[in-house]
């Protein structure tokens, strides 16, 4: 069945650089994308960046000077780099398989996230 | 962006009751509008997407209408496993953004 699963610290120096896996299983990388969400505690949603199936990326304009995602394809992984991390990033941190109805893609399936405190 | 401003912010409900909730958009999104559901300490679930269309296996109690500006979830025949925080979502302009949510508590 379709899985998705965060990994990576639980807490990060303000400063430094966040490094997030999301392992995938049950579908192919090449046949779906992954967004990833994030969500500040007791906050909304924030959409942060898709890796589309065929490879390219969009990001979301407020994040993009500091955010990368990249994925390996063998291993059914994709990754989340954000540098410059602040306390504000603090966060629960989603990867999302995207799912198409209507032309558009949708959050089907959500991992289980993973909370990130930044610490300054 | 496109702001997603949901209304009200909580909601103090009993089961059986008919719910009502909002969601505006500060520009036309068309129907490009989801909603999703997160009970406390879980993943988002999405409910509906373009606006009224139930995703797979939602309970038809879950009604979602409206379009350009405008949206509503209704809750018909309120259940106590429906107790969560609702959130929409506009897809129409990059890049994607939230409502801020409506929480649904007993009364």
């Known amino acids: 069945q379709v899985q998705l699963k965060e990994s990576g610290p639980v807490l990060v120096q303000a400063s430094e650089t966040l490094s997030l896996t999301c392992t995938v299983s049950g579908f192919s990388l090449t046949n779906y994308g992954v967004i990833w969400v994030r969500q500040p505690p007791g906050k909304g949603l924030e959409w942060m960046g898709i890796?589309?199936?065929?490879?390219?990326?969009d990001y979301n304009s407020a994040l993009k000077s500091r955010l990368s995602i990249n994925r390996d394809t063998s291993k059914s992984q994709v990754f989340l780099k954000m540098n410059s991390l602040q306390t504000d990033d603090t966060a629960i941190y989603y990867c999302?398989?995207?799912?198409?109805?209507?032309?558009?893609?949708?959050?089907?399936?959500w991992g289980q996230g993973t909370l990130v405190t930044v610490s300054s | 962006n496109t702001v997603m401003s949901q209304s009200p912010t909580s909601m103090f409900i009993s089961v059986g009751d008919r719910v009502t909730m909002n969601c505006k958009a500060s520009q036309n999104v068309g129907t490009n509008v989801d909603w999703y559901q997160q009970k406390t300490g879980q993943s988002p679930k999405l409910l509906i997407y373009?606006?009224?269309n139930r995703y797979t296996g939602v309970p038809d109690r879950f009604t979602g209408s409206g379009s350009g500006t405008d949206f509503t979830l209704t809750i018909s025949n309120m259940q106590a496993e429906d107790l969560a925080l609702y959130y929409c979502l506009q897809y129409d302009f990059n890049p994607r953004t939230f409502g801020g949510g409506t929480k649904l508590e007993l009364k």
């Open positions: 373009g606006a009224s």
């Open positions: 999302t398989r995207a799912d198409y109805y209507d032309g558009y893609y949708h959050f089907a399936y």
């Open positions: 890796m589309w199936r065929n490879g390219n990326t």
